[in-house]
């Protein structure tokens, strides 16, 4: 793990780290990688089992920036598939369009509830919540009590394991700004200049084999590039002088080595960076990160002899009775994901928190919970099962509730007085990005080291809603 000294070391080789340190080596900078995985990809890994690829999670490309774009396109070319995209809420025994349709949604419900929902939305309408500082207040403005209750409570809860009226606002807005029962109802009955119905996005790009894929040849690009890639590699301490970051340690196989640098980039979680700091960082810093939290889930990812049991990409399962948060079809995310077409590969996710019950399972029961719901929900056979593992992911969504807003105020005025040290990526700034934000952060991040001066915060700050078709934007204006 011999090094000499770098220009840039940057912590993660997530699609952030990845995209910043394939600039700055494309443009003569010396770039360190590290990462502590034996796969590159962070949460966008693919991971390869018994002939099937499966996600962590499910991972759509689609960005309305033009830069992103052109890196994926580059990247992989021809392997780069357009593929259709169909995604449904399971609720009450019936399936439902999302992003939502209304038409679609008051049909599913019946017209009793139907009349409840609209009634309860011109209620909002005359008495709206005047302040939004909550999830529950800022979705009941925007869609009606009754609406949320039916829609949005019920998984916004299971996913984050609290109430959402502990949920900060500002979750919802990055999520689902620009949507209300408004614009469902516009984009139900208006046409564009073509006459064609206005609508959400209804296809994505995806790599061939997987997300995994993109990630990996990205690696491939920075080490022809004349970047390092250091895998299995953990960063044990970021070493400052005052508010200048000067060296890390960094262990593998259980040896240490320093790593000097004049600049340094973090993907890793900002909780993670702040405790590594040497000097440490002020007490009251110290406190905030402590405080911060972040939602982790798990993956029952199985096998089925089957050749495809429901047309969908994924289903969320809104249904507080069945455990089970959301299901991948990877197959329909691209046919070549399972190589033998009789068989089909699912990913069946779980929500929890690190270290709590539902994480400590076994994988045996763990494996025969999802099974069971499978079954229950009516969308597999466990009699077709063929085999399958489970795969845990910690730290995989910043929690917005009541606390968050002070903490990452002190962290992020800490880390503004190191000008060699940026934050980027959904864990390296504690922020709910998008693919595409994480990957503006990381060349955000790399210009700024070649003497731009990007306020990398306000990447995905924009009050557009990034589900809503959008012609001119999708051509490349910048977020």
């Known amino acids: 793990m011999k090094q000499e000294r770098a220009d840039v070391?940057?912590?993660?080789?997530?699609?952030?780290?990845?995209?910043?340190?394939?600039?700055?080596?494309r443009h003569g900078k010396k770039a360190v990688i590290t990462e502590k995985e034996k796969l590159v990809g962070g949460i966008s890994k693919t991971i390869e089992y018994k002939g099937c690829r499966f996600d962590l999670g499910g991972h759509r490309f689609f960005t309305k920036s033009?830069?992103?774009?052109?890196?994926?396109?580059?990247?992989?070319?021809?392997?780069f598939l357009t593929r259709p995209r169909l995604s449904r809420i399971y609720y009450r025994n019936r399936f439902f369009n999302y992003p939502l349709k209304l038409m679609n949604a008051l049909t599913g419900l019946g017209p009793l509830t139907s009349l409840a929902v609209l009634g309860s939305y011109l209620y909002i309408k005359l008495f709206p919540y005047t302040e939004e500082k909550t999830f529950e207040e800022w979705v009941s403005n925007r869609f009606g009590?009754?609406?949320?209750?039916?829609?949005?409570?019920?998984?916004?809860?299971?996913?984050?394991?609290?109430?959402?009226?502990?949920?900060q606002a500002?979750?919802?807005?990055?999520?689902?700004?620009?949507?209300?029962l408004r614009s469902l109802l516009k984009n139900s009955f208006s046409s564009d200049k073509t006459g064609k119905i206005k609508t959400l996005i209804e296809e994505f790009k995806y790599p061939r084999y997987g997300?995994?894929?993109?990630?990996?040849?990205?690696?491939?690009?920075?080490?022809?590039?004349?970047?390092?890639?250091?895998?299995?590699?953990e960063v044990v301490k970021v070493e400052r002088d005052a508010f200048r970051a000067e060296s890390v340690i960094l262990k593998k196989n259980g040896s240490e080595e320093k790593l000097e640098a004049g600049h340094?980039?973090?993907?890793?979680?900002?909780?993670?960076?702040?405790?590594?700091?040497?000097?440490?960082a002020p007490p009251e810093v110290l406190e905030a990160a402590r405080a911060l939290k972040y939602r982790s889930f798990l993956t029952v990812n199985v096998i089925l002899n089957s050749?495809?049991?429901?047309?969908?990409?994924?289903?969320?399962?809104?249904?507080?009775?069945?455990?089970?948060?959301?299901?991948?079809?990877f197959k329909n995310w691209s046919p070549e994901m399972v190589d033998d077409p009789k068989k089909t590969a699912l990913g069946l996710e779980y929500f929890c928190t690190e270290g709590d019950e539902l994480w400590n399972t076994p994988d045996g029961e763990l494996m025969q919970l999802g099974l069971r719901e499978l079954e229950l929900l009516k969308l597999g056979r466990a009699a077709d099962f063929v085999d399958g593992f489970i795969a845990r992911v910690p730290n995989a969504y910043p929690v917005y509730d009541a606390s968050y807003p002070e903490n990452i105020r002190v962290i992020r005025e800490y880390l503004a007085n190191f000008k060699n040290l940026q934050p980027i990526g959904r864990y390296g700034m504690f922020k709910y990005n998008n693919m595409d934000?994480?990957?503006?952060?990381?060349?955000?991040?790399?210009?700024?080291?070649?003497?731009?001066?990007?306020d990398i915060w306000e990447v995905n700050t924009e009050q557009e809603y990034h589900e809503e078709e959008n012609t001119t934007r999708a051509r490349g204006a910048r977020p």
């Open 9 to 25: 070391i940057i912590f993660g080789a997530g699609p952030a780290g990845l995209a910043a340190g394939l600039y700055l080596a």
């Open 66 to 79: 033009r830069e992103v774009n052109d890196l994926w396109n580059e990247t992989l070319r021809g392997d």
């Open 145 to 167: 009590k009754k609406l949320y209750n039916l829609f949005f409570k019920t998984y916004t809860e299971k996913l984050w394991g609290i109430p959402c009226t502990e949920i």
């Open 170 to 180: 500002e979750w919802a807005a990055q999520r689902i700004k620009g949507l209300s």
């Open 211 to 233: 997300p995994g894929m993109m990630y990996e040849k990205m690696a491939e690009n920075l080490a022809k590039a004349g970047g390092s890639l250091l895998m299995e590699t």
């Open 264 to 280: 340094f980039i973090s993907s890793m979680p900002i909780t993670e960076l702040i405790k590594r700091l040497s000097p440490p």
């Open 307 to 329: 050749p495809n049991p429901f047309p969908d990409t994924w289903i969320y399962i809104h249904s507080p009775e069945i455990k089970m948060g959301r299901i991948q079809n």
């Open 437 to 454: 934000h994480s990957i503006l952060t990381g060349l955000y991040a790399a210009r700024n080291v070649l003497g731009a001066d990007y």
